[in-house]
């Protein structure tokens, strides 16, 4: 019981200080996570709304395929990207391994299939209620599938969210191709980590507090907006 | 409602009559449409009656494009390869509408059909006018009650500016003050020369509304004649029984393939069917 008060204080004395080294972790999470995120759905919501509108063959093993990889293990993930960007590898020469970048990649490589499934799911349900009057009016297929997409934009937030869940909280492969080097790619999660290797408890459950909170705020900063949106826009 | 004339921008290019030449139609095992052999002129109002599962929805579906059959012909006028973009519309049982103000939903109808943005204005204006939703222009269209909502999609369907438009149970789910907004608009549309083709279970509204009729009855169509005369005198006598409100239902023998009818509260000579 003592730790866990231990735990509360120590998490309000780190953000009450706000030292400088607490703030650059803390942002570097955002900056990854959020980076990850963006670039992520940029990928998954095409992915995941073509595999909804398109009939093609294949397209049963590609539904399987992103339902499968939404349980990838971020540890191999992140040995994937290692082999991918070490020196020895194929992308060895640009010298991404542990920079920020590559725990984008990973986090990318992560996120992309679980957006990419939701968003099928959600646009699949909304294509099977459109599809037969958008043909009647002599849409096209490519823009069923954009009218499809931009029509459950709202719903997609739930995809988006579930995104950055995963991505926020990823440790194993951020370790693993980040490093946790302090200054430089050092995240709320590694120094979780980190801090409870060393026996740090206390701090490090305070730290954990903290990134609860802050995503729990992008969390109702995200559904906030698309609250908002759904009040004031057509739907 | 407004009195716009819609058709004064319908495209000269006449598509009808539509022609279906011994069409069949099935899914699986079951066979839907039978021998369809029917014609449809320009500017009349044609009323497709029978008991579900008769087949009027999937001639409708048929006409418009959305399946292709089995067998037969359906024939254009001209001979029209990009009709289902260009000429004709449909309105469904349910309305589907977009998640978008009632303004987008036809506008996105327009811009599916490549019509200019400066062209879409005046153009969703007069068919809002027409529908008498001017007013809830810019509410969610799935806000709207369903009575408007059907507006909305005749809206949207009259906006493509058809030559034929077909409709399946219009007004199935409506009340009847709604039903008669529905009813007057077909009217109007009607007499701007667009071509009706609409699926009904309510006689007194094919009565109204139909200047043709065509009973179908297990996906064939069993009498198609004037309505006048085919409500005062049907020569089909699963016609006769279906006006007189009698049940009609079927059953297969177990020998064969033949299908004996009955209704109440006579049987009829399997010949006759």
């Known amino acids: ?235 | 409602m407004g009195n716009v004339n819609i058709t004064k921008n319908i495209q000269l290019n006449n598509i009808l009559p539509l022609r279906l030449e011994n069409i069949n139609y099935s899914i699986g095992k079951r066979q839907l449409l039978k021998n369809i052999s029917c014609q449809f002129d320009k500017g009349k109002r044609y009323c497709v009656i029978g008991p579900n599962g008769a087949g009027k929805t999937m001639l409708l579906r048929l006409c418009h494009g959305l399946i292709k059959p089995d067998s037969g012909k359906l024939t254009w006028q001209n001979n029209h390869k990009n009709h289902l973009i260009k000429y004709q519309a449909m309105v469904f049982q349910r309305p589907v509408m977009l998640r978008r103000n009632s303004w987008d939903n036809i506008n996105y109808a327009l811009s599916v059909k490549n019509i200019p943005r400066q062209q879409r204005k005046s153009l969703i204006e007069q068919v809002l006018t027409i529908t008498g939703l001017l007013d809830q222009a810019k509410q969610p269209a799935r806000q709207l009650s369903l009575g408007q909502q059907q507006r909305l999609a005749i809206a949207r369907a009259l906006a493509i500016q058809p030559q034929i438009l077909f409709m399946d149970e219009p007004t199935a789910s409506l009340d009847p003050p709604a039903t008669y907004q529905i009813e007057q608009l077909i009217n109007q549309i009607s007499n701007d020369g667009v071509t009706i083709i609409m699926t009904t279970h309510d006689l007194g509204q094919a009565k109204r509304i139909g200047e043709e009729i065509l009973f179908m009855f297990r996906g064939r169509i069993k009498e198609q004649a004037n309505s006048e005369e085919f409500f005062k005198n049907p020569q089909n006598d699963l016609a006769k029984a279906f006006i007189n409100g009698d049940l009609l239902w079927w059953k297969r023998r177990p020998d064969g393939d033949n299908v004996q009818i009955k209704y109440k509260p006579i049987t009829i000579n399997k010949t006759n069917i």
């Not at chain 1, 990973?106 to 646009?123: C, G, K, N, S």
């Open chain 1, 1 to 235: 019981m003592d730790d866990i008060f231990q735990a509360v204080n120590m998490a309000f004395v780190l953000f009450l200080q706000l030292d400088a080294d607490l703030f650059e972790i803390m942002i570097l999470s955002l900056k990854v996570s959020l980076s990850a995120l963006f670039i992520a759905t940029r990928i998954a919501m095409p992915i995941g709304s073509a595999v909804a509108v398109y009939r093609f063959s294949g397209r049963k093993a590609v539904m399987i395929s992103l339902n499968i990889l939404m349980g990838l293990p971020p540890v191999v993930v992140g040995l994937f990207v290692y082999l991918m960007l070490s020196r020895n590898g194929p992308f060895g020469v640009f010298g991404l391994l542990f920079t920020p970048t590559a725990m984008i990649i990973a986090q990318v490589i992560l996120i992309t299939p679980i957006i990419a499934a939701l968003t099928r799911q959600v646009t699949e349900e909304l294509y099977n209620e459109y599809d037969e009057q958008l043909i009647s009016l002599g849409a096209s297929q490519f823009r069923r599938f954009t009218a499809v997409l931009f029509d459950a934009r709202y719903k997609l937030l739930t995809a988006i969210l579930a995104g950055f869940g995963r991505a926020s909280a990823e440790v194993g492969a951020v370790m693993i191709v980040g490093g946790n080097i302090d200054h430089v790619t050092r995240v709320m999660t590694t120094s979780i980590a980190m801090e409870a290797s060393k026996g740090e408890l206390a701090t490090a459950i305070g730290l954990g507090l903290i990134l609860i909170t802050m995503a729990a705020i992008i969390n109702l900063l995200i559904y906030f907006i698309g609250d908002m949106a759904q009040k004031y826009g057509n739907i």
